[in-house]
């Protein structure tokens, strides 16, 4: 074992440069708390900006200038075909995406004089960090933040290969592969499913469960599953993939059938968090059967010095749940009475329509007995849809039926990630729907649905 | 099912009002934060707001009444006839306690199993009062808990227990943090004292018995309680202040001709606040329930003023963001409201650390008690001219003298010590203290 002779003292050091890690360093900073942030990839930004979210969204934005122009067709438009160029396209993805804003967090990080150490932190009990890597050195801490994040899951008995891509390999767009096979009917699955359609592959899509997007009211995958109905050659609900390798330059894949051919397969079965090798087992931190950390309404573990955050905590896996999550920790350590007592934390699907929703499902609000009433508004109503062309949306809200308080508000349609903002605000804020329905909504926009659906529910 | 108000707590051990005026009748409806009444107590005559919205359905008290904190003074109807009332779950059983983490940072749950409806901001504010939300009946649209009603549960106690430690204050790099908490919080052991039965003074000779005054009643239970919870600790020093009295008698004249009544009492609340800033623990309270220290990051410095009523403490707020002029003009105009009975309420409560100065009427030093629950108090006598050896030569220098008295379970005598000679340092070099360094 490589000891580092170096031994340095730190207020707080966290444990992964991501979304949760640099938030909370950055706070820890403002909050006059000498601040070291650990990384094994000497990075910040972690798997969300490098390999996740950000580029994930610029593929999609690509995708959706094409469909943009394809579309215009109907409006007597005519760009013709797409010529799609990789390298000038991966370029600007790379340099002018995630390259710009890694800058940008390197910026703040040295502004702010947190320190990013590039090594693996390994816990040597409950006050230090052995930093393995090119700089080796421990680390003595008052407070630790453990913010490791996650890993694309493998799909079991499945070697990973070259043309058998996660979804990290598959947001470097290797190329344009023919025919593509699709494994995860999740967000990661239709986001990136629609992104190689866009660009010219045909897409087969296997989901176990009975429906895309599992766990979210039917009525508001509807729109996109059929979008990708049309988009996709073909969707295989219920469907369970029995064998699949690498075949010479093919994938083969079998799910209840014979073998078919792809040339290239994409694994999005969901993520793993990331909390092995970490050296928890020296400290009184609790990792639970699926390898999550066990913390408490502060994010505080099970050790009353160490605290974890995002991903590796626990679901919804969302960079913002961990942001905030970093925040309230910073604050905590800081002796302030913070906590994570979050109502909602809003979850996008980048798709094309787009599906966003907070708070309580429809389902999940029926399933808790809760008694609710719910107001559907249909985007064909919308002046604003139809200008853009597309009616295919619907605002729902899910509120209490005693009060009428909002506890959910679900959205699919162009734009739904932006506007489920204001759903989030309203929920998190026990806003009532009528407090909504005697907000002037500008006219004509998407948002008035949010209003019209609340009027709704007034009756 | 009506909803009353009660008197709340008016600060500073005050445990009784009496009614000046009743504000609203039955049957009107009123606004949140509308006055009710007009109360008066030793200390002030203050205007009670309303902590809600509603239709007046009962007026409990009249001019002249004396009532307690806690008695009912008005009824409110219940919010019009929506359906909105049950979810006003004031006698909700209270969820169940997670098995290891405090309850509050987990966010206060209903019994439908809901959030509590409040606005991020008044969950913050619940935490920092020690309100479980859960146990609160909110009196905003649709039963919403306002920041009022988390304060009126505050005030009103008993359900703030189990929402105990929302964030068990962490080791930060403050110096008063020196061992981080390794475990929950307990509560310490219980001091019980009964005064002994009084002998019968008659028998040996003429008595005479004069019930006590209002203020004079409050002054005593308050300084028994500190002198009988508190094991105090007085420590004494002298500050040189021959080169501050120069700076105060060159910015006296200036300072009046802009209004301001400049005296060394301001500089000593800068000199304090900027040595409670380094030395956090005296700007504290013990929580012996809870087994914690509550550090306070705000300095609200109490400054004892004599009226002919007796002693009063009104509290001069955020001292630690104020420059000296301005310290020295809120001071001469809190001191005078209170000479006046004209305090309001938030004049009296909320102080962090109190400062008496007695120098007026001579001595050579006092030791002060504690005013309870801070951790300290400090004592300034009359500054005199005295000879002292500098250089091996003895000269004239105006000596200030001090005493700090502090609470012996939150800090040692080092401790007293180390605070104590931070003040005498700033106050004998007036260019750092006026920089606030």
Same mark, same amino acid.
């Given at each position: 074992?490589?000891?580092?002779?170096?031994?340095?003292?730190?207020?707080?050091?966290?444990?992964?440069?991501?979304?949760?890690?640099?938030?909370?360093?950055?706070?820890?900073?403002?909050?006059?708390?000498?601040?070291?942030?650990?990384?094994?990839?000497?990075?910040?930004?972690?798997?969300?900006?490098?390999?996740?979210?950000?580029?994930?969204?610029?593929?999609?934005?690509?995708?959706?200038?094409?469909?943009?122009?394809?579309?215009?067709?109907?409006?007597?438009?005519?760009?013709?075909?797409?010529?799609?160029?990789?390298?000038?396209?991966?370029?600007?993805?790379?340099?002018?995406?995630?390259?710009?804003?890694?800058?940008?967090?390197?910026?703040?990080?040295?502004?702010?004089?947190?320190?990013?150490?590039?090594?693996?932190?390994?816990?040597?009990?409950?006050?230090?960090?052995?930093?393995?890597?090119?700089?080796?050195?421990?680390?003595?801490?008052?407070?630790?933040?453990?913010?490791?994040?996650?890993?694309?899951?493998?799909?079991?008995?499945?070697?990973?290969?070259?043309?058998?891509?996660?979804?990290?390999?598959?947001?470097?767009?290797?190329?344009?592969?023919?025919?593509?096979?699709?494994?995860?009917?999740?967000?990661?699955?239709?986001?990136?499913?629609?992104?190689?359609?866009?660009?010219?592959?045909?897409?087969?899509?296997?989901?176990?469960?009975?429906?895309?997007?599992?766990?979210?009211?039917?009525?508001?995958?509807?729109?996109?599953?059929?979008?990708?109905?049309?988009?996709?050659?073909?969707?295989?609900?219920?469907?369970?993939?029995?064998?699949?390798?690498?075949?010479?330059?093919?994938?083969?894949?079998?799910?209840?059938?014979?073998?078919?051919?792809?040339?290239?397969?994409?694994?999005?079965?969901?993520?793993?968090?990331?909390?092995?090798?970490?050296?928890?087992?020296?400290?009184?931190?609790?990792?639970?059967?699926?390898?999550?950390?066990?913390?408490?309404?502060?994010?505080?573990?099970?050790?009353?010095?160490?605290?974890?955050?995002?991903?590796?905590?626990?679901?919804?896996?969302?960079?913002?749940?961990?942001?905030?999550?970093?925040?309230?920790?910073?604050?905590?350590?800081?002796?302030?009475?913070?906590?994570?007592?979050?109502?909602?934390?809003?979850?996008?699907?980048?798709?094309?329509?787009?599906?966003?929703?907070?708070?309580?499902?429809?389902?999940?609000?029926?399933?808790?007995?809760?008694?609710?009433?719910?107001?559907?508004?249909?985007?064909?109503?919308?002046?604003?849809?139809?200008?853009?062309?597309?009616?295919?949306?619907?605002?729902?809200?899910?509120?209490?039926?005693?009060?009428?308080?909002?506890?959910?508000?679900?959205? =699919?349609?162009?734009?739904?990630?932006?506007?489920?903002?204001?759903?989030?605000?309203?929920?998190?804020?026990?806003?009532?729907?009528?407090?909504?329905?005697?907000?002037?909504? =500008?006219?004509?926009?998407?948002?008035?649905?949010?209003?019209?659906?609340?009027?709704?529910?007034?009756? | 099912?009506?909803?009353?108000?009660?008197?709340?707590?008016?600060?500073?051990?005050?445990?009784?009002?009496?009614?000046?005026?009743?504000?609203?009748?039955?049957?009107?409806?009123?606004?949140?934060?509308?006055?009710?009444?007009?109360?008066?107590?030793?200390?002030?005559?203050?205007?009670?707001?309303?902590?809600?919205?509603?239709?007046?359905?009962?007026?409990?008290?009249?001019?002249?009444?004396?009532?307690?904190?806690?008695?009912?003074?008005?009824?409110?109807?219940?919010?019009?006839?929506?359906?909105?009332?049950?979810?006003?779950?004031?006698?909700?059983?209270?969820?169940?306690?997670?098995?290891?983490?405090?309850?509050?940072?987990?966010?206060?749950?209903?019994?439908?199993?809901?959030?509590?409806?409040?606005?991020?901001?008044?969950?913050?504010?619940?935490?920092?009062?020690?309100?479980?939300?859960?146990?609160?009946?909110?009196?905003?649209?649709?039963?919403?808990?306002?920041?009022?009603?988390?304060?009126?549960?505050?005030?009103?106690?008993?359900?703030?227990?189990?929402?105990?430690?929302?964030?068990?204050?962490?080791?930060?790099?403050?110096?008063?943090?020196?061992?981080?908490?390794?475990?929950?919080?307990?509560?310490?052991?219980?001091?019980?004292?009964?005064?002994?039965?009084?002998?019968?003074?008659?028998?040996?000779?003429?008595?005479?018995?004069?019930?006590?005054?209002?203020?004079?009643?409050?002054?005593?239970?308050?300084?028994?309680?500190?002198?009988?919870?508190?094991?105090?600790?007085?420590?004494?020093?002298?500050?040189?202040?021959?080169?501050?009295? =120069?700076?105060?008698?060159?910015?006296?004249?200036?300072?009046?001709?802009?209004?301001?009544?400049?005296?060394?009492?301001?500089?000593?609340?800068?000199?304090?606040?900027?040595?409670?800033?380094?030395?956090?623990?005296?700007?504290?309270?013990?929580?012996?329930?809870?087994?914690?220290?509550?550090?306070?990051?705000?300095?609200?410095?109490?400054?004892?003023?004599?009226?002919?009523?007796?002693?009063?403490?009104?509290?001069?707020?955020?001292?630690?963001?104020?420059?000296?002029?301005?310290?020295?003009?809120?001071?001469?105009?809190?001191?005078?409201?209170?000479?006046?009975?004209?305090?309001?309420?938030?004049?009296?409560?909320?102080?962090?650390?109190?400062?008496?100065?007695?120098?007026?009427?001579?001595?050579?030093?006092?030791?002060?008690?504690?005013?309870?629950?801070?951790?300290?108090?400090?004592?300034?006598?009359?500054?005199?001219?005295?000879?002292?050896?500098? =250089?091996?030569?003895?000269?004239?220098?105006?000596?200030?003298?001090?005493?700090?008295?502090?609470?012996?379970?939150?800090?040692?005598?080092?401790?007293?010590?180390?605070?104590?000679?931070?003040?005498?340092?700033?106050?004998?070099?007036?260019?750092?203290?006026?920089?606030?360094?």
């Amino acid at each position: 074992m490589v000891m580092g002779d170096l031994v340095r003292e730190v207020d707080v050091v966290v444990v992964g440069g991501g979304p949760g890690g640099y938030s909370a360093a950055f706070r820890c900073a403002d909050l006059g708390l000498e601040t070291l942030i650990v990384d094994g990839d000497g990075r910040l930004g972690g798997a969300c900006l490098h390999e996740g979210c950000i580029p994930s969204k610029a593929l999609l934005h690509v995708a959706h200038v094409i469909a943009e122009a394809e579309r215009a067709r109907e409006l007597g438009v005519e760009f013709g075909p797409p010529q799609v160029a990789l390298d000038p396209l991966r370029k600007w993805k790379a340099e002018r995406v995630v390259g710009k804003l890694a800058k940008g967090l390197a910026g703040v990080a040295r502004a702010k004089k947190v320190e990013v150490v590039n090594g693996c932190g390994v816990f040597e009990g409950s006050r230090s960090l052995r930093v393995e890597g090119e700089a080796p050195q421990t680390i003595r801490f008052g407070h630790a933040i453990v913010a490791t994040g996650s890993e694309p899951a493998a799909l079991p008995g499945v070697t990973p290969g070259e043309r058998i891509m996660d979804s990290t390999a598959a947001l470097e767009v290797p190329d344009v592969p023919e025919r593509l096979l699709v494994v995860g009917g999740g967000y990661i699955g239709l986001e990136l499913g629609q992104v190689y359609a866009a660009l010219g592959s045909r897409v087969t899509l296997v989901e176990m469960a009975d429906g895309l997007l599992p766990g979210v009211d039917p009525d508001l995958v509807q729109p996109l599953a059929r979008a990708v109905g049309k988009q996709f050659a073909e969707i295989r609900l219920g469907t369970r993939i029995d064998a699949l390798r690498e075949v010479g330059a093919e994938v083969e894949a079998t799910f209840g059938g014979p073998p078919a051919r792809f040339d290239r397969a994409l694994v999005a079965v969901g993520r793993r968090p990331r909390s092995a090798g970490l050296g928890l087992e020296t400290t009184r931190a609790r990792v639970d059967g699926r390898g999550f950390i066990a913390v408490d309404g502060s994010c505080r573990t099970d050790d009353p010095r160490i605290f974890a955050i995002g991903d590796v905590t626990g679901e919804p896996m969302l960079a913002h749940r961990a942001m905030r999550q970093g925040k309230v920790v910073a604050e905590v350590i800081a002796g302030r009475p913070a906590a994570f007592d979050n109502v909602v934390v809003p979850a996008v699907v980048f798709t094309d329509p787009e599906v966003a929703w907070c708070g309580l499902s429809e389902a999940a609000a029926r399933a808790a007995g809760r008694e609710v009433k719910v107001a559907r508004f249909a985007w064909a109503a919308s002046g604003r849809a139809a200008t853009l062309g597309r009616a295919d949306g619907l605002t729902k809200l899910v509120a209490e039926a005693a009060t009428g308080r909002l506890i959910g508000v679900g959205l =699919a349609g162009p734009g739904a990630g932006e506007l489920i903002a204001e759903g989030a605000l309203a929920v998190e804020n026990a806003l009532l729907a009528e407090d909504v329905a005697a907000t002037i909504h =500008a006219h004509p926009t998407l948002s008035e649905g949010f209003m019209e659906a609340a009027e709704s529910l007034l009756g | 099912m009506p909803r009353d108000f009660t008197l709340p707590d008016l600060g500073e051990g005050l445990t009784e009002a009496e009614i000046v005026k009743v504000l609203v009748r039955a049957g009107d409806v009123i606004a949140e934060d509308a006055p009710l009444l007009e109360v008066e107590t030793d200390k002030a005559q203050v205007e009670i707001p309303s902590p809600m919205a509603g239709r007046v359905e009962r007026v409990h008290v009249q001019p002249g009444q004396t009532v307690k904190v806690g008695a009912v003074l008005v009824s409110f109807a219940d919010a019009a006839a929506s359906p909105a009332a049950p979810a006003r779950a004031a006698a909700a059983p209270k969820p169940a306690p997670a098995a290891t983490a405090a309850p509050a940072a987990a966010g206060a749950r209903r019994a439908d199993g809901g959030p509590a409806p409040a606005a991020p901001s008044t969950r913050r504010l619940a935490r920092e009062l020690k309100v479980d939300l859960a146990t609160v009946a909110g009196s905003g649209p649709g039963g919403r808990i306002t920041d009022d009603d988390v304060r009126a549960a505050a005030g009103g106690g008993g359900s703030a227990a189990t929402s105990r430690a929302a964030a068990t204050p962490a080791a930060s790099g403050a110096p008063a943090e020196r061992t981080a908490p390794t475990g929950p919080a307990r509560p310490l052991a219980p001091v019980g004292l009964q005064p002994p039965p009084l002998p019968r003074f008659e028998q040996w000779g003429p008595v005479e018995r004069v019930p006590l005054s209002h203020l004079r009643r409050t002054i005593a239970e308050r300084m028994a309680l500190s002198a009988a919870l508190i094991p105090h600790v007085t420590h004494f020093d002298r500050a040189d202040i021959t080169d501050l009295e =120069a700076v105060v008698r060159d910015g006296f004249e200036p300072a009046r001709a802009k209004g301001i009544y400049l005296t060394l009492t301001s500089f000593v609340l800068k000199a304090v606040t900027t040595a409670l800033v380094k030395h956090p623990v005296f700007n504290a309270s013990l929580d012996p329930g809870a087994g914690e220290l509550v550090l306070k990051r705000h300095y609200h410095l109490g400054v004892a003023v004599a009226t002919d009523r007796g002693l009063i403490v009104p509290v001069l707020r955020d001292v630690d963001g104020k420059p000296v002029l301005d310290l020295a003009r809120e001071l001469a105009a809190l001191a005078q409201r209170v000479r006046e009975g004209k305090a309001a309420l938030d004049d009296l409560r909320g102080g962090t650390f109190t400062v008496t100065n007695i120098g007026a009427l001579g001595g050579t030093g006092a030791i002060p008690i504690i005013n309870y629950p801070e951790v300290a108090i400090l004592a300034l006598a009359r500054a005199r001219l005295e000879p002292v050896v500098r =250089a091996g030569a003895i000269v004239p220098r105006l000596m200030l003298p001090l005493t700090l008295t502090f609470d012996h379970r939150v800090a040692d005598g080092a401790d007293g010590a180390r605070f104590a000679a931070e003040i005498v340092a700033l106050l004998e070099s007036p260019g750092r203290l006026l920089l606030g360094l």
